[in-house]
Nanobody, 129 residues
Framework: QVALVESGGGLVQPGGSLRLSCVVSGLTLGQSAVGWFRQAPGEEREGVASIATDDGDTFYVDSVKGRFTVTRDNAKNTVYLQMNNLKPEDTAVYYC??????????????????????WGQGTQVTVSA
């Protein structure tokens, strides 16, 4: 059974940093992409960044480019999202997701969130002074 567990969220001031972790079990990293998504109150869930866990190729939406970095440690079956220079508009519940049939980082651009099979429970990120 595939399970994902996020951690690392919290309250941070604008300009601050957080590192989110996503531990994956039941599926060996190195074959599937892992995506980070977020959902703010009243908004649809949106893709933020993704990584192909075989070659480390990454994708970022424009709003987080240069501020967020996604990495993976396949030995630990863990994917990270380093978030720097956080802004109030980054406030949301952050989720990681994966799917056995999604292997490229670019897949986030064409595969909608509901099509990703496995999701974590989410971790709250609040950016506020």
């Amino acid at each position: 059974q595939v399970a994902l567990v996020e951690s690392g969220g919290g309250l941070v001031q604008p300009g601050g940093s957080l590192r989110l972790s996503c531990v994956v079990s039941g599926l060996t990293l190195g074959q599937s992409a892992v995506g980070w998504f977020r959902q703010a109150p009243g908004e649809e869930r949106e893709g933020v960044a993704s990584i192909a866990t075989d070659d480390g190729d990454t994708f970022y939406v424009d709003s987080v480019k240069g501020r967020f970095t996604v990495t993976r440690d396949n030995a630990k079956n863990t994917v990270y999202l380093q978030m720097n220079n956080l802004k109030p508009e980054d406030t949301a519940v952050y989720y990681c997701a994966t799917d056995r049939h999604i292997s490229t980082a670019q897949a986030m651009t064409v595969i909608d969130p509901p099509s990703w099979s496995y999701w974590g429970q989410g971790t709250q990120v609040t950016v506020s002074a």
